[in-house]
């Protein structure tokens, strides 16, 4: 298969992941007869200081002619100043909703060799494979939003808005993926506050009786669940929600596996290019040090494989290769629970060695 694959490094330590996640699909491309052609764009801070903007026009326009984008990480410090025209994360969102991307897939998967690095009990995390569907295009982060003068001093506003097909679209894809799993959705709103959490309900119990009657179904108010996610993660299958509940419940969710720098995730719509990231950020402390984790967007890359180039058994092959090198004990810094760990190239590198030993 020829494919084009856009890389956009970003900040921080995405330039090192994004390296190291190359490196692993080129192994794979060697191994299985593809063809890969990689082009690197800017985004983030990086193109703010280049170019004037978070996502310049060019960068956009090589990710539509793309089969699939990967992405490392923006933002930094350097570009935080609350008075900025612009800030880094602006490219982030400009990208996922120029791209159509609504369905934002974030698999928690505990990794049985990792089942210490967590916070949490053993007892509780062991076997927990949770996937949540994140409503990724619309909701406070696209409403309308401003600021007024106000006897006090501002007011500032920012709106909360869906609509019946933005609801319908990412309900269907959570259904379908449910049947493929444990037949178990869960739908996480605030429907005893909000009106748009009631449109959510109505919505989803609509699909889910006409079309998925199979399904074991339930609706969880979106602080029980943060509450539930700690105390009963088994219990979960796929987990569907609006996009600010589901970014603030996957980075708790996060927590189960131990590290931040595990989990990756994929963005999509239809049709077009998909966009794959790990969930993790730039996080500038480490960035330049080599002791970034790789695995989240190594893991990232084999989702890509799997839901934009069609290729199965490839993306099975860089997990396979991933749960290798954790059985061998190879550990970067986040997950080595203060024991010996290797860094991000050398992550990096033993993974790229799994792929070609098969
Ligand atoms: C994420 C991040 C982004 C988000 C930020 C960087 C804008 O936290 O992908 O979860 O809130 O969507
Ligand atoms: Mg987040």
């Given amino acids: 298969m020829d494919a084009r694959i856009v890389l956009l490094p970003g900040d921080g330590i995405g330039p090192e992941v994004v390296a190291q996640a190359r490196l692993v699909l080129q192994a794979i491309a060697a191994r299985f007869g593809h063809q890969f052609e990689f082009q690197s764009h800017p985004i983030g801070g990086c193109a703010i200081d280049e170019f004037g903007t978070a ?3 060019a960068t ?61 009990k ?27 003068p106000h006897a006090s001093g501002e007011e500032a506003f920012s709106t909360m808005i869906y609509n019946t097909g933005e609801i319908a679209r990412i309900v269907r894809m959570a259904a379908e993926a449910a049947r493929k799993r444990r037949g178990r959705l869960t739908m996480v709103d605030k429907a005893n506050v909000l009106e748009v959490s009631r449109l959510w309900r109505q ?37 569907v929600t609006e996009n600010m509940f589901g970014d603030i419940l996957t980075d708790e969710g996060s927590m189960l596996t131990g590290s931040l720098g595990m989990l990756p995730s994929a963005s999509l719509g239809s049709p077009g290019p998909g966009l794959y990231e790990p969930i993790h950020g730039s996080a500038p402390d480490i960035a330049g040090k080599g002791l970034a984790n790789p695995l989240a967007t190594i893991l990232a890359a084999a989702m890509l494989l799997r839901h934009s ?10 997990e396979t290769a991933v749960d290798k090198v954790l059985d061998a ?3 970067t810094k986040d997950i080595a629970s203060g024991g010996p760990s290797l860094s991000t190239e050398a992550m990096g590198e033993k993974v790229v060695e799994a792929v070609k030993a098969k």
């Fill in 55 to 57: 996502l310049p026009d």
């Fill in 60 to 120: 956009l326009a090589a990710c539509r002619k793309a089969q699939a984008v990967l992405l490392g990480a923006v933002g930094g410090p350097k570009w935080d100043d609350p008075k900025a025209k612009t800030r880094p994360e602006a490219g982030l969102l400009k990208i996922r909703k120029e791209l159509g991307l609504f369905a934002n897939l974030r698999p928690i998967r505990v990794q049985r060799q990792l089942v210490d690095a967590s916070p949490l």
């Fill in 122 to 148: 053993k007892e509780i995390i062991d076997g927990t494979d949770i996937l949540f569907f994140r409503e990724l295009t619309g909701g406070l982060y696209f409403g309308d939003s401003g600021r007024n």
């Fill in 203 to 239: 919505v989803s119990q609509e699909i889910i009786s006409k079309d998925f009657p199979d399904l074991k179904y339930d609706v969880v108010l979106v602080d029980a669940m943060a509450m539930h996610l700690l105390a009963k993660p088994k219990e979960y299958d796929v987990v």
């Fill in 309 to 318: 180039l069609n290729l199965e058994t490839e993306a099975k092959a860089i």
């Fill in 329 to 331: 004990g190879c550990r």
